[in-house]
């Protein structure tokens, strides 16, 4: 009788561990998700403004020079973009080569937010059946 006490207690104590590591990589991966889903908002923003493009020739804007103070400049006609390409680099791109590569990185993002939606689902799955099994031994 003992001895299925202290399976059942050491069984319980494995789900509880199970579950915190599960609720542990859940955590990470919406973390992740939250990520991938603002740098698509900035990708799909910056895709908006090479697509437009062409409207801010000659044109003034204000370029953001940190801490509050901006610049006031002049634009003539807009043909190439900088893009930031990773690894801190940024890279002169014609307006076409720009909406290109914005695109190619929104897809990528969008596969990705997929990929870790996919193993989300998954980790819920076991924390859902971790509780029903918790759940059945403890009473």
């Known amino acids: ?20 590591v599960y609720s542990q990589q859940y955590e990470f991966i919406q973390n992740e998700i939250s990520a991938y889903i603002a740098e698509l908002n900035a990708l799909r923003g910056n895709l908006s403004i090479i697509e437009n493009a062409t409207t801010l020739d000659n044109s003034k804007v204000l370029v953001d020079c940190d801490g509050g103070a901006y610049v006031e400049a002049s634009l003539g006609k807009v043909q190439k973009m900088i893009v930031y390409v990773g690894a801190g680099y940024l890279v002169e791109k014609s307006l076409e080569d720009a909406k ?39 009473q």
């Not at 006490?5 to 509880?16: D, F, P, T, V």
């Not at 990528?108 to 031994?137: F, P, Q, W």
């Open 100 to 138: 290109r590569f914005v695109n190619e990185n929104s897809a990528r993002r969008e596969e990705m937010i997929k990929r870790l939606d996919g193993e989300k689902k998954k980790l819920e799955s076991e924390l859902v059946s971790i509780s029903y099994k918790l759940a059945s031994m403890q």
């Open 1 to 20: 009788m003992e001895a299925n006490r202290n399976e059942a207690a050491e069984a319980i104590a494995q789900l509880r561990y199970m579950q915190n």
